[in-house]
């Protein structure tokens, strides 16, 4: 359930970020999910819904989740790889799950094996728009 | 657009933490982190609710030094540290297996902001942070979210470490962090200027390792401990 802990970020930032755009009445937002940080995304939604009551900002707004795969650069060998086929116990992407950064310590380019990568998309959860009446 | 939501809510998360203490040092191997985990467990003895966050996420080892085994955060609504010898722990070893964490700063920095926003530390009198060592992002990073930190600078008799540290104190000065004193660890010597207090080289220190109990018994401890009032920790 530490996706509660990200869906309050979510909903406070969009507030605040509405507050310094001048926008009164939060319609819209979009939500990215990171593959690699595999959200539960009905948790996530039920957690929106629940603090909400919390934020009367936000009291109308409708959160759109977008779904961001995940994509990788190899530091050592430039090689660009997807999340897709690597490999990864369960415990490994239950801890990948709440911090993303440990994607180094257990996944390597499937080229040359380094861990030194970048994520280059799809890390964690974001926002990438926001809509409402000024 | 593309908005990081997770700094919104670390203010929050640190609400109900009465004081944060910055343990740093700008050398390794100058006992910064048996600082941070003796001064936690000291301060969990005198009865204070208190929190320790290894942020060193390369060097990590509070769970070494507290012998931590077999324990995980909680999950609801957030993180919730395991408590170990009366002591709210995090650390990233939770989510590595103590394996190697090779990641480069803007990582580290990111891996310290998503724990600073997930983790519910509760209500607090003190939660004291193993800072990164040196001065990145990272370390900036968590100057810039705990606000309220206040500065407790490790350094050795060493005129190098010496150097290093004048100029870490100038730089928390710009950055107008409180610095609560210099503790001058493994001193032989007199107490050697400007320090708070002085921590004397103790032979049985390595042997108390992963065991609080012992750790608290040590001569290091006891100096830390002696040093509590003037450092303001009481």
Not at chain 2, 188 to 216: M, N, Y
């Amino acid at each position: 359930m530490h996706e509660w802990a990200l869906a309050e970020s979510v909903i406070k930032a969009a507030v605040e970020h509405a507050g310094a755009e001048k926008i009164k009445t939060l319609k819209e937002a979009g939500v990215v999910f990171g593959e690699l940080q595999a959200l539960d995304k009905e948790i996530f939604i039920f957690a929106l819904e629940e603090l909400r009551k919390q934020f009367p900002g936000a009291k109308a707004c409708r959160f759109r989740i977008i779904k961001e795969p995940a994509a990788f650069l190899c530091k050592a060998c430039s090689h660009k790889f997807l999340l897709k086929g690597l490999e990864k116990t369960m415990d490994e992407a239950e801890f990948i799950h709440f911090v993303p950064e440990m994607a180094h310590t257990f996944l390597k380019c499937p080229k040359c094996k380094s861990p030194d990568f970048e994520i280059a998309a799809g890390r964690g959860v974001s926002i990438s728009y926001i809509k409402g009446a000024k | 657009m593309k908005i990081d939501p997770r700094p919104s809510v670390i203010e929050e998360r640190l609400k109900n933490v009465k004081r944060i203490i910055a343990v740093t040092g700008w050398k390794g191997g100058i006992g910064k982190s048996v600082t941070a985990c003796s001064l936690a467990l000291l301060l969990a003895k005198k009865g204070y609710r208190t929190g320790l966050f290894d942020l060193d996420f390369a060097g990590a080892s509070d769970h070494i030094i507290l012998g931590s085994k077999n324990i995980f955060p909680g999950e609801k609504k957030g993180l919730e540290p395991p408590v170990l010898a009366g002591v709210k722990f995090m650390s990233v070893v939770f989510f590595s297996e103590n394996k190697a964490v090779p990641l480069r700063g803007a990582n580290v920095s990111d891996a310290i902001i998503e724990l600073l926003a997930i983790t519910q530390w509760g209500e607090l009198d003190f939660l004291v942070l193993d800072m990164p060592p040196g001065i990145n992002d990272a370390a900036l990073d968590v100057m810039r979210f705990a606000r309220r930190a206040e500065v407790l600078a490790v350094t050795t008799p060493s005129v190098i470490a010496r150097s290093v540290l004048d100029r870490s104190l100038l730089l928390y000065r710009s950055l107008k962090a409180p610095v609560l004193g210099v503790v001058v660890n493994m001193a032989r010597g007199a107490a050697s200027k400007g320090s708070s207090a002085r921590l004397r080289l103790d032979p049985g220190l390595e042997a108390a390792l992963g065991r609080p109990a012992a750790l608290l018994k040590t001569a290091f401890c006891r100096d830390l401990s002696g040093a509590l009032e003037i450092l303001k920790l009481k």
